[in-house]
Structures are given as structure tokens and as C-alpha cells.
């Protein structure tokens, strides 16, 4: 399983999280995964129906005190984790999910993703 973790801001666009997903590895993606809060995201919703996903909305409670590779004050400060995009990638893949890297920014830093698997190492 691999799920793309998403973080983004208002005013971002679908090709915005697209070029986010695409820098952070993309690839084959079972779903994307974002803050319960983002649930109705105009630019998610266009997005996943463009690539045929499910989205998986991540409890606030969930996504605070999760360990993650980078840190913004901004979300620590909102969402109690360092990165968005990293904390619900691997709430959503699930137990014993790994980040492929640290999350990565569209080039106009609207968005942010990571990626997530379940996948054993090669």
C-alpha cells in the first residue's frame, strides 16, 4: 500500500498537489490522506476524482504527537505533529507504514505531500 499524505493551504490548486505528490515519489498510490478538517477541500476532491482515489480524512486527535522527518511551527502549532503531509501518510497506511522521505513542496509552496508504505524495504 502506498498512500500519499497531503498538507496543503487555501488558495492551493489540484495540479499544486499533483506536483507535490509527483516530488515526493508518487508512483502507484492506493489513496490520498489528509487532516478530517480538509474533508470538503475543493482542490483534493477535483484531485482525487482525477486519479481515481479514495481519500482518507485523518482524525486531529490522530495526527498530534505523531513522529515525523521535518517540522513547521505552523502545523505543529495546528495540528500537534510536525508535518501534515507526513503524520497523515502514515495514519493512513497504517501500522508498521514508513515514510519514503520527508514530505515535498509545489514549486508556488501551496501544498505539501509525502508518501507512505507499507512495503517491505528493497
Avoid at 502507484?28 to 487532516?35: D, M, Y
Amino acid at each position: 500500500m502506498r498512500v500519499a499524505g497531503l498538507g496543503f493551504r487555501d488558495g492551493t490548486t489540484p495540479a499544486a498537489l499533483a506536483e507535490a505528490i509527483a516530488a515526493a515519489g508518487g508512483g502507484a498510490l492506493s489513496s490520498l490522506a489528509t487532516a478530517a478538517d480538509k474533508a470538503e477541500a475543493p482542490p483534493l476532491l477535483v484531485l482525487a476524482a482525477e486519479l481515481g482515489l479514495a481519500v482518507t480524512l485523518v482524525p486531529l486527535a490522530t495526527l498530534a504527537n505523531t513522529e515525523t522527518l521535518t517540522r513547521s511551527p505552523r502545523v505543529a502549532a495546528r495540528y500537534g505533529t510536525g508535518s501534515l503531509a507526513e503524520a497523515a501518510a502514515l495514519a493512513a497506511a497504517g501500522p508498521g507504514a514508513r515514510l519514503l522521505g520527508p514530505r515535498a513542496t509545489s514549486a508556488d509552496g501551496t501544498a505539501t505531500a509525502a508518501i507512505a508504505t507499507t512495503e517491505a524495504k528493497v
